[in-house]
């Protein structure tokens, strides 16, 4: 075995840096021989002496025992999942992640350990002069930052006669893309000229799309895949469900036969937690919700008819807008409907007519939007006419929280997927609402104009940062929300926990109160019942005398407002005369 060392020495230890220079010979000085100093010279018997100016050293080998690692595989049988967990089925894994994650203890848990193993790390590195050391004793208060949005990109349809963008959807794996789908759902204005086509773009290139997806028919709404960032699914205006694969190109790889698709557009598809991956279900105002398999898009493998009848008669079916589903409740989902009605509903039920559990009727309008709250699935936003309406399973007869009336139509929202407290909200004006329930209720808390058109979709991404809002001509806007808006507060699970139990105790109470005041009315009427000609077996007015009345109270109202409107130009004349 051969050793080589290497000696160093730091350069300023051994004097001052010699400068050499090639140069011809030089005389200095000429000292001649003195031969009178070879007399005083003295011959000595000569002697060797050694010397050495440093450290003595030496070199040797040692062999030590040789150590042998090796690679084994745990299997891991014991502790880890709760006893009524499988740790083989992929779902109930899922759901019992995403329970633990939404523990407030546990966020708080991760927190304290995340500083402890920050500081280890801090201690272990070296020193880098680029860095800011003690940024952790300098005390910065994001909550006194005032709420704002900034512009990041405009994503502009490139074809010639522009369309709205319908829907939104964030790629699964990091947010680095965005897909748009663009239709015109104006009624009987679509054109020979307007391009079916809709886009994929890369948040950082405004300019030229990703992938064009090219659909036999526009696509109305679309979803990314949460498994596989790969694939989307879409539906179509004619009614068709259409399936990618993004490693195949543009070109869909399977397509819903048009005699077992919806009838009617098709507004809302939402991927299913699943095993394979690949289930979705879609809903159409033709009055149906499909459930697909888009490995096999050739018939729905499961129908549901949202006839508030429950007897299935697709002629009075409600016609769905919106949807709803949560992975932590397979077996429930949320339907919204056109007349402005919340349909509950149950897939695990045996029979069509359980299916339908209840309704929840609070809109005057289409309910445009139907969101749960991702930290208290109970609480479920709701977007129809002019306001945004907070629900709480438990009060079916009126909402628990809701905006006064805007001055212009709302579109589309969504609850903040970081911040409990915080949803979003788009108008015809073309204005971004932000709203903070534990700031203020009665007024946004950020509002800002995107553009001078109507916004018509919105999709925040999972980190809370951006949101995209798509407009009437075609133009998705993504906007970067300020920290205070997307950082989750101190306590803020906690005090919205609280707000939600006190105002759905509130209307549980006015409920019963109301309830109590109808019974006391209908004992009245039935005790003070009176049979004469002017009443019916039911002890109600008829409708002669409802219309008579009706007239009588209208034109004692025109008489009054003529006779007001008479004295008041009697008095103006009055002042008038000199």
Same mark, same amino acid.
Request: proline letters at 5%; a negative charge; glycine letters at 6%.
């Given at each position: 075995?051969?050793?080589?060392?290497?000696?160093? #020495?730091?350069?300023?230890?051994?004097?001052?840096?010699?400068?050499?220079?090639?140069?011809?010979? +030089?005389?200095?000085?000429?000292?001649?021989?003195?031969?009178?100093?070879?007399?005083?010279?003295?011959?000595?018997?000569?002697?060797?002496?050694?010397?050495?100016?440093?450290?003595?050293?030496?070199? %040797?080998?040692?062999?030590? +025992?040789?150590?042998?690692?090796?690679?084994?595989?745990?299997?891991?049988?014991?502790?880890?999942?709760? #006893?009524?967990?499988?740790?083989?089925?992929?779902?109930?894994?899922?759901?019992?992640?995403?329970?633990?994650?939404?523990?407030?203890?546990?966020?708080?848990?991760?927190? &304290?350990?995340?500083?402890?193993?920050?500081?280890?790390?801090? &201690? $272990?590195?070296?020193?880098?002069?680029?860095?800011?050391?003690?940024?952790?004793?300098?005390?910065?208060? =994001?909550?006194?930052?005032? @709420?704002?949005?900034?512009?990041?990109?405009?994503?502009?349809?490139?074809?010639?006669?522009?369309?709205?963008?319908?829907?939104?959807?964030?790629?699964?794996?990091?947010?680095?893309?965005?897909?748009?789908?663009?239709?015109?759902?104006?009624?009987?204005?679509?054109?020979?000229?307007?391009?079916?086509?809709?886009?994929?773009?890369?948040?950082?290139?405004?300019?030229?799309?990703?992938?064009?997806?090219? @659909?036999?028919?526009?696509?109305?709404?679309?979803?990314?895949?949460?498994?596989?960032? %790969?694939?989307?699914?879409?539906?179509?205006?004619? /009614?068709?469900?259409?399936?990618?694969?993004?490693?195949?190109?543009?070109?869909?790889?399977?397509?819903?036969?048009?005699?077992?698709?919806?009838?009617?557009?098709?507004?809302?598809?939402?991927?299913?937690?699943? #095993?394979?991956?690949?289930?979705?279900?879609?809903?159409?105002?033709?009055? &149906?919700?499909?459930?697909?398999?888009?490995?096999?898009?050739?018939?729905?493998?499961?129908?549901?008819?949202?006839?508030?009848?429950?007897?299935?008669?697709?002629?009075?079916? !409600?016609?769905?807008?919106?949807? =709803?589903?949560?992975?932590?409740?397979?077996?429930?989902?949320?339907?919204?409907? =056109?007349?402005?009605?919340?349909?509950?509903?149950?897939?695990?039920?045996?029979?069509?007519?359980?299916?339908?559990?209840?309704?929840?009727?609070?809109?005057?309008?289409?309910?445009?939007?139907? %969101?749960?709250?991702?930290?208290?699935?109970?609480?479920?936003?709701?977007?129809?006419?002019?306001?945004?309406?907070?629900?709480?399973?438990?009060?079916?007869?009126?909402?628990?929280?809701?905006?006064?009336?805007?001055?212009?139509?709302?579109?589309?929202?969504?609850?903040?997927?970081?911040?409990?407290?915080?949803?979003? *909200?788009?108008?015809?004006?073309?204005?971004?609402?932000?709203?903070?329930?534990?700031?203020?209720?009665?007024?946004? *808390?950020?509002?800002?104009?995107?553009?001078? +058109?109507?916004?018509?979709?919105?999709?925040?991404?999972?980190? /809370?940062?951006?949101?995209?809002?798509?407009?009437?001509?075609?133009?998705?806007?993504? !906007?970067?929300?300020?920290?205070? !808006?997307?950082?989750?507060?101190? $306590?803020? #699970?906690?005090?919205?926990?609280?707000?939600?139990?006190?105002?759905?105790?509130?209307?549980?109470?006015? =409920?019963?109160?109301?309830?109590?005041?109808?019974?006391?009315?209908?004992?009245?009427?039935? &005790?003070?019942?009176?049979?004469?000609?002017?009443?019916?077996?039911?002890?109600?007015?008829?409708?002669?005398?409802?219309?008579?009345?009706?007239?009588?109270?209208?034109?004692?109202?025109? +008489?009054?407002?003529?006779?007001?409107?008479?004295?008041?130009?009697?008095?103006?004349?009055? %002042?008038?005369?000199?």
């Amino acid at each position: 075995m051969e050793i080589v060392h290497v000696y160093t #020495k730091l350069r300023s230890e051994f004097g001052r840096q010699y400068l050499f220079s090639d140069r011809p010979t +030089e005389l200095l000085v000429d000292i001649p021989p003195d031969p009178s100093l070879a007399m005083q010279f003295i011959t000595k018997t000569p002697r060797d002496q050694a010397t050495q100016a440093c450290r003595e050293m030496s070199e %040797h080998q040692v062999n030590t +025992e040789r150590f042998e690692s090796e690679s084994r595989g745990l299997n891991h049988m014991e502790g880890g999942w709760p #006893k009524d967990v499988d740790p083989n089925d992929m779902e109930q894994t899922i759901r019992f992640r995403k329970k633990v994650e939404k523990d407030e203890s546990y966020m708080n848990s991760i927190l &304290q350990l995340g500083s402890v193993m920050d500081h280890y790390i801090r &201690q $272990n590195n070296a020193i880098n002069i680029y860095q800011d050391y003690f940024t952790e004793d300098q005390d910065i208060d =994001e909550g006194q930052e005032a @709420p704002s949005a900034k512009t990041i990109n405009v994503f502009r349809d490139p074809n010639e006669v522009k369309r709205t963008v319908t829907c939104l959807s964030w790629h699964p794996d990091g947010g680095r893309k965005l897909a748009a789908a663009y239709c015109c759902l104006e009624f009987q204005k679509s054109s020979k000229d307007l391009s079916p086509d809709s886009y994929i773009w890369d948040i950082e290139n405004p300019n030229q799309p990703e992938l064009a997806l090219k @659909p036999a028919s526009p696509l109305v709404c679309l979803d990314y895949n949460p498994k596989d960032p %790969h694939t989307l699914v879409g539906g179509s205006y004619n /009614g068709q469900i259409v399936y990618w694969d993004t490693r195949r190109g543009s070109q869909p790889v399977e397509l819903s036969s048009v005699e077992h698709s919806h009838r009617d557009p098709v507004y809302k598809i939402i991927w299913l937690q699943s #095993k394979t991956g690949t289930d979705a279900f879609s809903a159409s105002t033709d009055g &149906q919700v499909l459930w697909w398999d888009v490995r096999k898009l050739n018939e729905p493998t499961e129908r549901l008819v949202l006839d508030p009848g429950r007897e299935g008669n697709l002629d009075r079916a !409600l016609g769905a807008i919106s949807l =709803e589903f949560e992975a932590t409740m397979p077996t429930k989902f949320m339907v919204g409907t =056109e007349q402005g009605l919340v349909v509950s509903c149950n897939r695990k039920a045996k029979t069509p007519a359980e299916k339908i559990v209840c309704t929840y009727d609070g809109h005057h309008g289409p309910i445009y939007a139907l %969101h749960r709250n991702p930290f208290f699935p109970k609480n479920f936003l709701t977007v129809g006419d002019w306001t945004a309406r907070i629900w709480s399973e438990d009060i079916r007869d009126s909402s628990i929280m809701w905006t006064r009336y805007q001055m212009s139509y709302l579109t589309d929202a969504c609850w903040s997927p970081v911040r409990p407290s915080v949803f979003f *909200t788009t108008k015809m004006d073309g204005v971004l609402d932000v709203w903070d329930v534990l700031f203020k209720q009665n007024n946004p *808390t950020l509002s800002l104009k995107v553009c001078d +058109e109507a916004l018509y979709s919105l999709r925040v991404q999972d980190n /809370g940062r951006f949101v995209a809002c798509g407009s009437q001509i075609g133009a998705a806007t993504l !906007l970067e929300i300020c920290s205070g !808006l997307s950082t989750l507060q101190k $306590n803020e #699970k906690s005090l919205l926990a609280a707000m939600f139990e006190r105002e759905t105790k509130r209307e549980k109470i006015l =409920e019963a109160r109301q309830r109590e005041m109808r019974l006391k009315e209908r004992s009245r009427s039935e &005790q003070s019942r009176e049979d004469d000609t002017g009443r019916d077996a039911d002890g109600d007015e008829s409708p002669e005398q409802l219309i008579a009345r009706a007239e009588e109270d209208f034109y004692s109202v025109v +008489e009054a407002e003529r006779k007001r409107r008479e004295e008041r130009h009697r008095v103006s004349t009055n %002042h008038s005369k000199p």
